[in-house]
């Protein structure tokens, strides 16, 4: 490696695991050839706390990530100690304590002697009625808070891992923390990083935000998918991070994988809001102005990240039960497959209407017909369109399971009462499922008193102090002055991009291939754009903020995934796909731009005159 790499004192954390489900081949990867400090591994997206809500309410012994202990740890444990690396993570979800039994009882049969700590105090469900009676409402919809309450969980910051490891533990299991103190938490540890060291925060906090969804930073889910080598064996990430904030992002040597600004830069987007500013437990973090460099193969150096003091209020995630939903697909095939399925789809819909009405149920709460194969993402009417074989998707929401039972009773006979080339069903007659829906707000944090538990000790651990926060502003760049003659071309030949869900809002990282499209990309792809491009699926607004460090921009959508994970009857209810979507937009370029020679002229006989 470069020797310019090794300035200073470094450590080393690797990315083991993005979300629960992902490949054990990636921790496995870190320990054996990752030469690290520390393994660090993230299970608790938002939908995931809602399914193990579901889990700890059929059996009080669970609620936590099992695989961690039996995919992971068990099988890595003797490596981890003889090597002596440190692990942290957030699988312990809403039962660290069990958790927390599961894989001692597994050290045990390994032979190792490995210390665990669990960070406890997110759990605020005893708050519950407290906060119902001070009228604390849902942080983005304004919704009064539910009287059910299925978890309630606050967003934990980095001092209670940091404390955790000052105090001898080699495993540190967590409930819900803000993803990227899993690597913050370490780093304040190591470095002795003070609670007012800002920009230091601020980079650990980055370091952690790349880490926290394992290959998604190393080539996975990449605009440039084509340039991606060996995806069956993607390396998993590594950040070797420095006592200044800095950082190198790398991956495991001898894997797959992409590790180049662009890679780098799309996952920095990954379900941002404001790059100015980004609110975690310990320091509000300004990434606008960072820089990413190639500083060797398969190496892009990190620095530039700027923090201030975070804010009075903790994120609170918490969850509570909506009624069921049901959802089933279907193929078809032949001339006019597109019409033939949402014909079909709307009369089983229509039939399975009369039937709960006949028996005096009430109608539907929600229902949906998309089209798979024909642009239902784009917002086409498949009537007009031209695919010989699509996936009919249905979906249905009622508060009363016996209604999603009449539903899927009314889905097969479709195949000898409607279209003909009706087949594959998928998955059988689909039963009724619960539906856990997301209710976000904000605490006090001073109500949230954190410790940590280790041989037998309870520990404190204050948090950072909080103060009133004002978003940074970022002055808007240049847009272009059209001069000559115009041509429309897709975004994706300007730009590359990532998109993310925090509940029912989206986000899209819009990225520059080159700095000289960038006040092209400001003059075409304005809010009023992007609203207009998803006017079928976004109900509210859209918030168009500047990344100058990146060379792009990042789009806030409101309302944007229907209701956003489980609550969601959508085939992409996390926005996974919304980038592809917007970089079709059409984008007004010079003209001599696609003319042979010019840096566009690939995209000659996609382009039209504007």
């Avoid at 012994?61 to 003889?82: C, E, H, K, N, S």
């Avoid at 002596?84 to 049969?109: D, H, M, P, S, W």
């Avoid at 304005?526 to 699926?537: I, L, N, P, R, S």
């Amino acid at each position: 490696m470069d020797g310019a790499l090794t300035m200073g004192r470094e450590i080393r954390i690797g990315g083991g695991g993005g979300f629960w489900g992902d490949s054990p081949e990636g921790a496995r990867q870190i320990v054996e050839r990752g030469d690290v400090d520390y393994l660090v591994m993230d299970y608790l997206a938002e939908i995931t706390m809602s399914i193990l809500a579901r889990m700890k309410a059929k059996d009080p012994g669970q609620g936590y990530a099992p695989d961690f202990v039996t995919r992971v740890m068990a099988p890595l444990a003797r490596q981890i100690a003889d090597k002596g690396i440190k692990v942290v993570t957030n699988a312990g979800g809403l039962n660290t304590a069990a958790c927390r039994t599961a894989l001692e009882a597994v050290f045990a049969q390994a032979g190792v002697a490995l210390k665990v700590a669990i960070v406890e105090g997110d759990d605020i469900s005893a708050l519950a009625d407290r906060l119902r009676a001070d009228g604390v409402t849902e942080m983005f919809s304004g919704a009064a808070m539910p009287e059910r309450i299925s978890s309630m969980n606050a967003y934990l910051g980095a001092g209670a891992i940091a404390k955790a490891l000052d105090e001898g533990a080699d495993v540190v299991l967590t409930g819900r923390v803000v993803d990227s103190a899993t690597v913050l938490g370490p780093l304040i540890h190591e470095f002795g990083w003070g609670p007012s060291d800002f920009d230091r925060l601020s980079g650990g906090s980055l370091a952690g935000h790349l880490l926290e969804c394992g290959p998604q930073v190393t080539g996975g889910i990449f605009t440039d998918w084509q340039d991606v080598p060996g995806w069956d064996d993607t390396g998993f990430p590594i950040a070797i991070c420095r006592e200044d904030g800095s950082f190198d992002l790398t991956k495991v040597p001898g894997t797959g994988g992409l590790v180049s600004p662009r890679t780098v830069a799309e996952q920095v987007c990954y379900e941002v809001g404001d790059p100015a500013s980004y609110l975690l437990p310990d320091v509000t973090c300004d990434w606008s102005g960072i820089s990413l460099s190639q500083a060797g193969s398969d190496v892009v150096r990190v620095a530039g990240a700027k923090g201030r003091a975070p804010g009075k209020s903790l994120k609170v995630s918490a969850t509570y039960p909506d009624g069921f939903r049901s959802a089933v697909t279907m193929m078809i095939a032949g001339r006019s497959a597109a019409a033939k399925a949402q014909a079909t789809g709307e009369a089983i819909l229509k039939r399975a209407g009369r039937l709960l009405a006949e028996r005096n149920i009430e109608p539907f709460s929600e229902t949906m017909v998309e089209v798979l194969g024909a642009d239902a993402s784009y917002g086409a009417d498949p009537m007009t369109h031209s695919a010989r074989e699509v996936v009919l998707k249905l979906a249905v929401r009622h508060d009363d399971a016996k209604a999603l039972n009449i539903f899927a009773g009314e889905i097969y006979p479709a195949a000898c009462s409607m279209a003909q080339g009706i087949t594959g069903f998928a998955g059988g007659r689909p039963a009724p499922q619960p539906v856990i829906r997301l209710f976000s707000c904000l605490v006090d944090r001073d109500l949230v008193p954190v410790t940590v538990d280790l041989e037998g000790r309870t520990i404190a651990v204050p948090h950072p102090k909080g103060q009133d926060t004002e978003a940074a502003t970022v002055p808007t760049g240049e847009t272009a002055v059209p001069k000559g003659s115009l041509a429309r071309v897709p975004l994706i030949a300007l730009a590359h991009g990532r998109s993310g869900d925090k509940g029912d809002k989206a986000n899209i990282g819009v990225l520059a291939r080159d700095p000289a499209y960038l006040p092209w990309i400001r003059r075409s792809v304005t809010e009023a754009a992007v609203a207009q491009w998803f006017g079928h699926f976004v109900k509210g607004s859209v918030t168009r903020y500047e990344w100058p460090g990146l060379q792009g921009f990042n789009f806030l959508m409101d309302r944007a995934l229907g209701g956003g994970g489980v609550a969601s009857l959508r085939h992409d209810p996390q926005g996974k796909a919304l980038a592809q979507v917007l970089l079709d937009l059409p984008v007004e370029v010079p003209a001599d731009w696609i003319a042979p020679g010019g840096p566009l002229s690939a995209y000659a006989e996609e382009a039209v005159p504007a």
